[in-house]
DNA sequence: AGATACCGGACAGATTTAGTCCTGTATCGA
DNA sequence: TCGATACAGGACTAAATCTGTCCGGTATCT
């Protein structure tokens, strides 16, 4: 669980190509043989970003997609919505309202809040990033609960969905 | 997609409860009828809290749970691993290593720091955090991209899974 | 004892995801 | 103008996952 859909990796992937390769266009069969991806499924999916405006189709012989804008001003938080709708932590936000009739649902305020964070760290990701990786190796040490998270959660920037 | 299961949901909310009511015990029968959760799901789920060293359970009559240690010492990471098993972004880290048998899945590692900040975010918040809503109303606009993330993210912990 | 309550596996139904198939339309180039 | 290329998009199937139920079993308190 919480987990992106292998739609959502197959949308990112082809995106970051797309920031990459430099004639910046691509077929969908191109990708897909690229990467090693279904292609009918990669084609739906492109189709999806370029119905919500992230990419440009281009019809005919050497068609294909280009990327709709800069590579840095698309997030991983808009592919994902585009591809696999609104991202929902938890059930509470979205279905009627309340949990069931009862308003004791009492953990509803504060999970908000690590879905607004989360949220945010995916708003703020860009497909830029993912076309640069840093790949700097890092220490792997579990820290648990290194510093309370209520000031961080509270310093971001509101992200709805 | 990228939600937590009901499952997960209902386990937060357990806890919470545990750690807001005087007695510190409850029954699976108590906390199910009073958010009306489904009792034998909700049972399960407290199970593998208890083998997980979150709770205590105490057999018999008036029997029930407890928390095993400080609710500002568990984790909603360790509540949802626990329960949903191992958190995972992206398809490319757990199965065969790499994508197919091509390494040129290139949005792994950069998809891997994103993956860690979520992680980041779940491994701070705390139990105790969900028992004591700060309820504070806040702005609610949408600021696509603020700042770069890339310094936000390396300055994360690095928490593993 | 007997009632309460946890333990834990097996199982069924519903939902979601993954992937396929097929028909249609637009564009380019010969 | 014809034909190949490539996108558009709905319908459909299969697999995986999640949700929820049912059951017999064990521990503990009165």
Redesign the interface.
């Known amino acids: 669980?919480?987990?992106?859909?292998?739609k959502?990796?197959y949308g990112?992937?082809a995106l970051?190509?797309l920031a990459?390769i430099p004639t910046a266009t691509a077929s969908t069969k191109e990708i897909a043989d690229?990467?090693?991806l279904p292609v009918p499924l990669l084609a739906k999916v492109l189709q999806r970003l370029t119905q919500t405006k992230i990419l440009i189709s281009v019809a005919g012989t050497n068609g294909g997609y280009r990327l709709a804008r800069d590579a840095?001003?698309i997030?991983?938080l808009?592919v994902?919505r585009a591809i696999?709708?609104p991202?929902?932590?938890?059930?509470?936000f979205t279905d009627h309202g309340s949990?069931?009739?009862?308003d004791?649902?009492?953990?509803r305020?504060?999970?908000r809040r690590?879905h607004e964070?989360?949220l945010d760290?995916?708003?703020?990701?860009?497909i830029d990033?993912?076309?640069?990786?840093?790949?700097q190796p890092?220490?792997?040490?579990?820290?648990?609960?290194?510093?309370?998270?209520?000031q961080?959660?509270?310093s971001l920037?509101?992200?709805?969905n």
Chains 1, 2 share one sequence.
């Open positions: 669980m919480l987990k992106l859909t292998k959502a990796d990112l992937i970051r190509h990459s690229t990467y090693h840095s001003k997030s991983a808009e994902v696999d709708g991202v929902i932590l938890t059930h509470c949990c069931d009739q009862s004791n649902c009492t953990v305020e504060p999970l690590v964070a989360i760290v995916l708003n703020r990701f860009t990033d993912l076309a640069e990786p840093v790949a890092r220490a792997s040490k579990l820290t648990p609960l290194p510093t309370p998270l209520h961080v959660i509270n920037q509101p992200v709805s």
